[in-house]
């Protein structure tokens, strides 16, 4: 009985006058979920729901996409191009000419004035792999600046740069079909029922079928630690002591798989000395799992059948992020788990298309995982766009984190942003705000002209939203999925397309070389570039990825479908054929808690936000559940401060402050806070952020804060509430 009720009612669907159904797929999380969009009468977005014969979601979705629909019609879109030459002034509204030849000129002036290397282009996960090729053919190919990034180096950095030093490449080789299969789940700082709901799902629908351990690395007893059968509440940052110690007992036990390591890899002998100094009752010391749940862990991982591993912040946003990701390939290779059902390394994504960045936009190379390193890419490419090669330069440029301190030193006097949003996402808050006011140039192109970076900017350039717009996304493994043109660009804005081919006519190099206008004679560039390479997709065409429901690469031409799996030969990406067991040594470089700022500083994400809140803060079917800046805090912690439930703190670190509303639970230690990272002036203001020596991404989660109550509880709920605007 329900509440005194003798009869259950049964579910009422509204009617919503849906007309038509759209195919697309979701463009918010790297899950991937096929999505249709239904349409009333009048063309109208009234509905979403998830596709039923789809592999990756089979008609499920998270709330995040059955409220996607509404974000056509959300607040503060941009409408027109906006312009200024100084930024105390107000904008005007003008014309895409006039908007885009402005911006092309201060780009030539910059360049003149300063070099070629002073302007910098930031982009995204988000925008179309179509876009990407195209982006990276004009920053590459024409306007020829090195300091070039996306805003994935916040979040992925660390899982490419881990794939590349293992395996000799980016690519994860695993996919979800991988839960069916596998006999043991081990999660490192991945909180998955709230980040990726439905690779949770698939988890859960695996579980139903076949009882396998589920082990979750977390500090936090997040919602995935609770269903775990073992939970390992790791000290922050201590992720490569846990794993070197692994590798000690499957060692030392002898479990490793001997004749794997002996055809497939190569450094097992420097690997083995170095893990021989971490056994149990030392990393215990160090990490904070006790010895006997080493063992166990280690034991239970090594027997199975087949093992994976599944990652995602909680390794990457780390001082050895690279190291991490390295380690956990580790522990796959001496398994011998690699390639095979059930037993892989899969780097659980971020956004909907950090793969597709890492794969065509050129950020860290050139297109078709090429690298600016290696003579033959570049002349391969350079003769593909029409170029000299020689235009090219020969090793990569600065990496997004570190495009910021350039501008802080002159090196940089101009920067085009692109679908991302630093003034939120980046560590230290305030010197980024600091930072970018030294610019002498500031493009922001976004599909929000309320983003904060618009208000330090000279032009805006309103962006078209996913559904508004056709092409491809690549999600965590390694799909690749259409997303149909839904309805027409709001206003006045534009496909990111469009955008960065008209920029093109403005140089000079860019009248020459042919910049295909439809998104499928982009891919049609993409299928020829890719055809031989690891992540052939030449087999693929818009209308095949639409009827299959998406398509893993590599799927070369004449393939019935892609590939499930990556490296399942046992041959891997190095020039050797071979996989590399990296001998990784800890080094505790973190800012850590102390008498003067006595709490760990923990963040992550919510399943109802994405990001920094540009799009779900402005979905209120979305954003009621999770409105406010708040702080995950242990209850005796709280007492000894003289802080309440549902009040507002302070908190201070030795970069800045911020206020938030106090959440009381278990689920964090006494040591530790956690707060939400997609709030604008909150943890960021916090962060310390240092850098992964491979990556360079910022360790988000690893810095040490004090916490006062709030004296003046009015005020703070007024700073609380200011931090929502954005
Ligand atoms: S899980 Fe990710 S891809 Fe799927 S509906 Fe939710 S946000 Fe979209």
Redesign the pocket.
């Known amino acids: 009985m329900l509440f005194g009720r003798r009869v259950r009612n049964p579910i009422k669907i509204a009617d919503k006058g849906v007309a038509a159904w759209k195919y697309t ?9 096929s ?1 249709e969009v239904g349409l009333d009468a009048s063309g109208k977005a009234v509905a979403a729901r ?1 596709v039923a014969d789809a592999a ?2 089979q008609g ?7 409220f ?1 629909h509404e974000l056509f019609n959300s607040a503060n879109r941009g409408n027109k191009p906006l312009l200024r030459l100084r930024t105390i002034d107000p904008y005007r509204d003008v014309s895409w000419d006039e908007a885009l030849d402005h911006t092309a000129g201060e780009i030539r002036r910059v360049q003149k004035e300063y070099g070629r290397d002073s302007i910098a282009i930031v982009s995204t996960g988000q925008i179309l792999t179509e876009e990407f090729y195209t982006l990276g053919k004009l920053t590459r190919g024409v306007i020829g600046t090195n300091n070039y990034d996306g805003n994935t180096t916040l979040c992925m950095a660390s899982a490419v740069s881990g794939y590349k030093r293992s395996f000799g490449s980016d690519g994860p080789p695993g996919c979800y079909d991988d839960f069916a299969h596998t006999g043991c789940l081990l999660a490192f700082g991945s909180n998955l029922p709230e980040q ?4 949770y799902w698939r988890l859960k629908m695996a579980l139903e079928k076949r009882e396998f351990p589920v082990i979750v690395v977390d500090p936090r007893v997040t919602m995935f630690a609770q269903m775990a059968d073992i939970h390992l509440p790791i000290t922050p940052g201590t992720d490569l002591v846990l794993l070197n110690a692994l590798a000690h007992v499957i060692l030392r036990e002898n479990l490793h798989d001997r004749e794997y390591i002996e055809a497939h890899t190569t450094g097992f002998e420097e690997l083995s000395r170095l893990v021989a100094q971490y056994d149990p009752t030392t990393a215990a010391g160090l990490c904070g799992i006790d010895e006997d749940t080493i063992r166990n862990v280690a034991r239970l991982y090594a027997r199975a059948d087949a093992a994976m591993s599944i990652w995602t912040m909680g390794i990457n946003q780390s001082t050895h992020g690279s190291d991490g990701v390295a380690a956990i390939n580790n522990l796959n290779l001496i398994t011998g788990n690699i390639g095979k059902p059930g037993g892989t390394s899969l780097s659980i994504t971020g956004q ?1 298309n950090a793969m597709g960045t890492r794969e065509w936009s050129s950020c860290s190379g050139l297109p078709g995982y090429r690298a600016l390193e290696k003579e033959k890419d570049r002349e391969t490419i350079a003769k593909f766009w029409g170029i000299d090669p020689e235009f090219f330069p020969q090793q990569r440029g600065l990496f997004m984190t570190d495009i910021f301190p350039a501008i802080e030193t002159g090196q940089i006097k101009a920067l085009w942003l692109i679908a991302t949003n630093p003034m939120t996402s980046m560590p230290n808050s305030p010197r980024i705000r600091k930072t970018i006011e030294k610019l002498e140039f500031l493009a922001v192109q976004d599909a929000y002209a309320d983003v904060e970076t618009t208000r330090y900017a000279h032009v805006y350039l309103p962006a078209a939203l996913w559904g508004e717009k056709e092409g491809v996304f690549t ?1 965590t493994e390694r799909r690749v999925n259409l997303v149909r043109k839904v309805m027409e660009p709001h206003g006045d804005s534009k496909p990111d397309l469009w955008i960065f081919n008209q920029l093109a006519k403005r140089f000079e190099q860019g009248r020459k070389i042919p910049f295909p206008e439809s998104p499928a004679g982009v891919f049609e560039e993409m299928r020829e570039l890719s055809k031989g390479r690891m992540l052939d997709c030449s087999g693929m065409t818009h209308d095949r990825i639409e009827r299959q429901r998406g398509i893993q690469w590599p799927c070369p031409e004449g393939a019935e479908t892609g590939a499930l799996r990556l490296y399942a030969d046992g041959v891997f990406q190095h020039p050797d054929g071979k996989a590399k067991l990296i001998a990784l040594p800890f080094v505790d470089n973190n800012e850590r808690p102390d008498g003067d700022y006595p709490f760990w500083l923990n963040s992550g994400r919510v399943v109802e936000h ?1 990001h920094t809140r540009t799009r779900t803060g402005k979905i209120g079917n979305v954003n009621k559940f999770s409105p406010t800046p708040y702080m995950e805090m242990n209850p005796d912690a709280a007492e000894r401060l003289g802080i309440e439930h549902m009040t507002y703190a302070r908190l201070v670190s030795r970069r800045g402050d911020a206020v938030v509303l106090v959440q009381l639970t278990q689920r964090v230690p006494p040591n530790m806070v956690f707060i939400p990272f997609h709030f604008h002036e909150c943890v960021n203001r916090l962060t310390l952020g240092l850098l992964d020596p491979y990556s360079r991404q910022p360790a988000f989660k690893q810095c040490a804060v004090k916490i006062e109550r709030a004296q003046n509880q009015r005020e703070a709920a007024a700073a609380n509430v200011a931090a929502r605007a954005f």
């Open positions: 797929t979701c463009g918010y999380c790297s899950t991937g979920c999505i998830g990756v979601n499920k979705l998270c709330i995040k996409g059955i996607e990726h709901p439905i690779i909907c999600n994405f």
